[in-house]
């Protein structure tokens, strides 16, 4: 597609509810990013995709958040239980190859808030 | 680890120049980005420096100085569309899994007036 793609935009959930968080990257672009942004802050690394090897998922806050790219394009971040903590917009960005000069293009964010 | 400091919020004229500054600590470099983000809408890619100087693109410029770990987005002729938050990320030593993942300051708020 023309740019990352994010659903769905907005997403209230009720405490203790799964939610599942869809990103299509850029057509063929290799590495995928997901970053978390609470309200007045800047974007916090999540977990790191190069085709469908997940190669970092330090970012992850707990257990209840899980990040897949099966087939190397699209992907999904999914949190199970979730909590009012888990409030933010959930961006999703894509670059290239994932070398050192790539720029990263982002998604417009999966707003979630949990109530 | 990584620090990246920025003001949180500025205020300028419309057709004035406005400077954003970016200070950074990090484990090494590999680039810094500077992104645009409207309320609501995604970031939006400006610049991107990887060796010292400035770079210029239309009414927006960036600079880089490696050894003092420091930029700055020289923004002239402001518009009132230039309202927006401005977000510096640093691109430090890959990870162990070998990938150059950026690290985000919390932005910069421009406000823009008539």
């Known amino acids: 597609g023309a740019g990352v793609s994010q659903s769905p935009r907005y997403k209230v959930a009720k405490r203790g509810q799964d939610v599942a968080l869809r990103c299509d990257p850029i057509?063929?672009?290799?590495?995928l990013f997901w970053y978390q942004q609470a309200l007045g802050q800047g974007p916090e690394f999540l977990t790191y995709f190069q085709n469908e090897a997940q190669l970092d998922k330090s970012g992850l806050p707990s257990d209840r958040f899980f990040a897949e790219r099966p087939e190397g394009s699209v992907s999904t971040l999914k949190i199970q239980r979730t909590q009012q903590e888990d409030s933010a917009v959930y961006l999703c960005?894509?670059?290239?190859?994932?070398?050192?000069?790539?720029?990263?293009?982002f998604g417009e964010g999966s707003w979630l808030t949990v109530v | 680890g990584q620090n990246i400091d920025q003001p949180t919020e500025m205020t300028a004229t419309e057709g004035a120049i406005v400077q954003i500054n970016c200070t950074y600590q990090t484990s090494g470099f590999n680039g810094l980005f500077w992104y645009q983000q409207h309320a609501g809408e995604a970031p939006t890619f400006l610049s991107y420096?990887?060796?010292?100087g400035l770079e210029e693109k239309g009414r927006f410029s960036s600079f880089l100085s490696r050894s003092k770990g420091y930029s700055y987005l020289l923004l002239k002729e402001l518009q009132m569309k230039d309202s927006a938050s401005y977000l510096c990320a640093v691109r430090g030593l890959p990870s162990s899994g070998g990938s150059y993942i950026p690290t985000f300051g919390r932005g910069t708020s421009l406000i823009v007036h008539p």
């Open positions: 057509s063929g672009h290799v590495s």
């Open positions: 420096n990887v060796l010292d």
């Open positions: 960005a894509s670059s290239l190859a994932g070398s050192s000069w790539d720029t990263i293009y």
